[in-house]
């Protein structure tokens, strides 16, 4: 199980990413740019191209899968962070922020 903790040390590992409230959840960006929200049930959510949201969907689909609507069609993903390996979980997150970051 990933703890809140945990998972903010692996975002904030990444550069010049902000937390901000967004409605009921936490967000995290960059330059105003969400990349991923967190709510108070501990499922977080990232941004995913559709490509690499298939790629990541297959490790585990208890852990990570496609929103089960119109957003998960886009590459919104939910990961469970009580099922998540520590390391999966870093790599996608570093995929959703590379999909905002500036190049």
């Given amino acids: 199980m990933i703890s ?3 998972l903010r040390q692996i975002i904030f590992s990444l550069p010049v990413v ?3 409230p967004h409605f009921d959840k936490t967000s995290f960006g960059v330059n105003k740019k969400i990349f991923a929200t967190l ?3 501990g499922l977080l959510c990232v941004k995913l191209s559709p490509a690499d949201q298939d790629l990541f969907t297959v490790y585990d689909k208890a ?3 496609p929103v089960p609507n119109k957003w998960g069609q ?3 993903t939910n990961i469970d962070l009580k099922l998540v390996r520590e390391d999966m979980l870093a790599d996608t997150l570093k995929t ?3 999909s905002v970051a500036p190049k």
């Fill in 18 to 20: 902000t937390e901000e």
């Fill in 74 to 76: 886009q590459g919104w």
């Fill in 96 to 98: 959703a922020y590379c």
């Fill in 63 to 65: 852990a990570i899968y």
């Fill in 4 to 6: 809140p903790e945990q």
């Fill in 39 to 41: 709510g108070a049930d």
